[in-house]
């Protein structure tokens, strides 16, 4: 299984990181008050204090162009089980979304369980379309679920490059 790590900081900082590791990708947030992430998807990357997971579903490729959607789910060992059947019903499907490039389901190296859902488009109306259609409405169900007792928490970004 593919390792995954994320960080969190400053344009400036996180620039400067991967000017350094051409490998990484850098994400610039679509809200204002947000930060800049890295994606290391080879995992090979010494960080402080990353944000680990492991892929356990992956299809397709983050193209240079592609916004990303990272939505990030804390459950509890009931809704576990519904939330990878809903997932896995989602990945089957992919095909009938417009624009989707990647999709990939992480679980983190953590004693909590938590699970990152990345996925990456064309372009963000392309996400925040699929959102309200019917083949959206069981993950909806559970981000809301989620956020009301362990937390869910969801950024979009776009790729960009360092000059």
């Not at 400036?12 to 350094?20: A, E, G, I, S, W």
């Amino acid at each position: 299984m593919q390792l995954i790590q994320t960080i969190f900081g400053s344009e400036r900082f996180l620039t400067q990181f991967v000017k350094q590791h051409p490998t990484l990708t850098l994400l610039k947030p679509s809200g204002h008050d947000q930060d800049y992430a890295i994606l290391d998807l080879t995992g090979r990357v010494q960080f402080t204090n990353p944000l680990q997971y492991t892929a356990e579903l992956s299809s397709g490729e983050i193209l240079d162009k592609s916004f990303l959607q990272l939505m990030y789910f804390n459950l509890n060992s009931e809704d576990e089980a519904v939330f990878l059947s809903k997932v896995r019903t989602l990945f089957e499907h992919q095909d009938i979304f417009p624009g989707i490039q990647t999709l990939v389901l992480a679980k983190a190296h953590s004693k909590a369980i938590q699970y990152l859902l990345l996925s990456g488009w064309d372009d963000g109306h392309q996400f925040f379309a699929l959102k309200n259609t019917p083949a959206f409405q069981p993950l909806l169900e559970l981000s809301q679920r989620a956020a009301a007792s362990n937390g869910y928490h969801e950024a979009g970004y776009t790729r960009v490059f360092p000059e």
